[in-house]
């Protein structure tokens, strides 16, 4: 594949005309809450509900049959009772529609009968040159498009993680999950049976799409072993990818069967087939969404030697820790850094990593000079600095000056906003990365300024240095796989 417009998927992520079976004038039906939500998200787009008696669906005309829609047809999604999705799909390619998103269950997770009736989905597809997605899927979304054929609403901005999933519902819950830290997909994928399309389709589409900084993957098993190490292989080496792998315990690979049909396989094999093709592994969806989030964002690191800088002491411990189980190092200081320290830290400060203020004698300082000094340091490959300040605090601070109540919050957001600048430009001007931490969320004006600016802001210490070492893996990976050729 030369670019992403050479994949199966690019038409299917940036349709002009949409085809819907299985809305109806029933709202509170699946169907009719999937094409909800894509007209919620403002499909831009021509929309066909088709529908073989009611005449309007979702407030758009409907068509008793596909013969009968007026223009052509870029993609088609199905919400149909298993027994029929054969004649439709055999509808469709006579319409000449070759790329569609099959919803429906009750295929090859339902046993030997269901497999059946999955292949012959299959055999019509390759007959007429479709290519399908599923069955027993969500769906996708694109938020540079206005694309949701799932049934949850896509609120949030979109953004820089592309995910292929083999849970729909995956997905489709993560769209508030990662709101809560300013974060959004660039595309997503509910890839079901995979009977056609699966996950590797999506690696190497993903690879080439320019919003995508970084991959994540739900796994429960995988189809084409040899084809996915060469696929994932090739695009670790141009951007990260993330891995959640459910299916390495018994229960585990019991559920992911019954789920999606799925073929799983014990962890220490899956360990080794991620290793393999440089994919970084997660232990959770929480786990994997912060790998993203650092992977998506910061420079990689030349090494492993880690500056932690703190103005509480127990984070600052918290992180140390984290740094040591994670392999991680704490950096050792130059005499030209403990020279700058000691100009810029008050006299209750310590200077040895990890750099503790216990106060803050210059809040500019905090998110300027003391991570210049330490970022300057060669024998410095990146910084975690615990992130705090309560902007409420900050105003009732300068209104005990005498200025007004509203002034002080006018005063204490620009106070906050210079701030959160400061501490975004650490990383580019450094090209080193920066990760922060809290124990506040983003109903915090502070912690919603930095990640709105790109600052991986995590909700503990020990989850950001979780993180970082991910980063620091993916950039050890990435250079061995450029060294070895591939």
């Given amino acids: 594949m030369k670019d992403m417009n050479d994949s199966p998927l690019y038409k299917m992520m940036h349709p002009k005309s949409i085809a819907f079976w299985g ?44 013969r009968d829609v007026p223009g052509p047809v ?32 009750g295929f090859g997770e339902m046993g030997s009968e269901g497999k059946d009736v999955q292949d012959r989905l299959v055999e019509i597809a390759r007959r007429y040159g479709i290519s399908f997605l599923g069955p027993n899927c969500i769906g996708v979304v694109n938020p540079y498009t206005k694309l949701n054929t799932t049934f949850f609403p896509y609120e949030v901005s979109p953004g820089f993680i592309g995910m292929a999933s083999q849970s729909g519902s995956f997905v489709t819950q993560m769209f508030s999950y990662l709101g809560n830290f300013g974060l959004g997909f660039s595309q997503a994928f509910s890839v079901g049976n995979e009977a056609m399309l699966d996950l590797t389709d999506c690696i190497e589409y993903l690879g080439f799409c320019p919003n995508t900084k970084v991959i994540a993957l739900y796994v429960e098993g995988i189809r084409r072993g040899r084809e996915f190490v060469r696929v994932a292989r090739e695009v670790s080496k141009k951007k990260p990818i993330v891995a959640y792998y459910v299916g390495g315990s018994e229960a585990g690979s019991r559920a992911g069967k019954s789920h999606t049909g799925a073929l799983a396989g014990p962890d220490p094999l899956y360990d080794g087939i991620f290793k393999q093709c440089g994919i970084i592994r997660a232990s959770s969806a929480a786990e994997l969404f912060d790998m993203c989030f650092v ?4 420079p990689l690191p030349r090494g492993d030697r880690v ?42 400060g310590r200077m040895s990593n990890p750099v503790d203020l216990t106060f803050n004698r210059s809040p500019r300082d905090y998110v300027e000079a003391i991570p210049s000094a330490l970022l300057q340091d060669k024998g410095v490959d990146s910084l975690f600095i615990y992130l705090l300040m309560p902007a409420h605090r900050v105003a009732q601070v300068i209104e005990a000056t005498g200025v007004s109540k509203e002034k002080a919050k006018m005063m204490a957001a620009e106070f906050v906003n210079i701030q959160a600048e400061l501490a ?21 004006p502070y912690t919603r300024e930095l990640q709105d ?18 980063l620091h893996r993916y950039a050890r990976t990435r250079r061995d796989l450029s060294r070895s050729g591939g």
């Fill in 23 to 66: 809305a109806s004038k029933d709202p509170t039906g699946m169907g009719s809450f999937q094409l909800a939500q894509l007209l919620a998200l403002g499909f831009e787009g021509a929309v066909y509900p088709i529908h073989p008696k009611d005449k309007k669906v979702n407030g758009l005309p409907a068509y008793a049959n596909i």
């Fill in 453 to 470: 600016r790109g600052v991986p802001m995590l909700p503990s210490p020990e989850r950001a240095i979780r993180a970082l070492a991910a």
């Fill in 295 to 298: 992977l998506g964002t910061q």
């Fill in 74 to 105: 870029d993609l088609a999604v199905f919400v149909l009772p298993t027994r029929v999705v054969p004649e439709i799909l055999e509808e469709c390619g006579q319409a000449g529609i070759t790329r569609i998103i099959i919803t429906s269950a």
């Fill in 307 to 348: 500056a932690v800088l703190t103005h509480s002491g127990g984070p600052g411990a918290a992180a140390a820790d984290t740094v040591d189980r994670t392999g991680l190092k704490l950096a050792n200081f130059s005499s030209n850094t403990f020279e700058q320290l000691a100009a810029l830290l008050p006299h209750t």
């Fill in 424 to 444: 975004a430009s650490l990383a580019p001007k450094f090209g080193k990365p920066v990760v922060g931490g809290s124990f506040a969320t983003r109903e915090d």
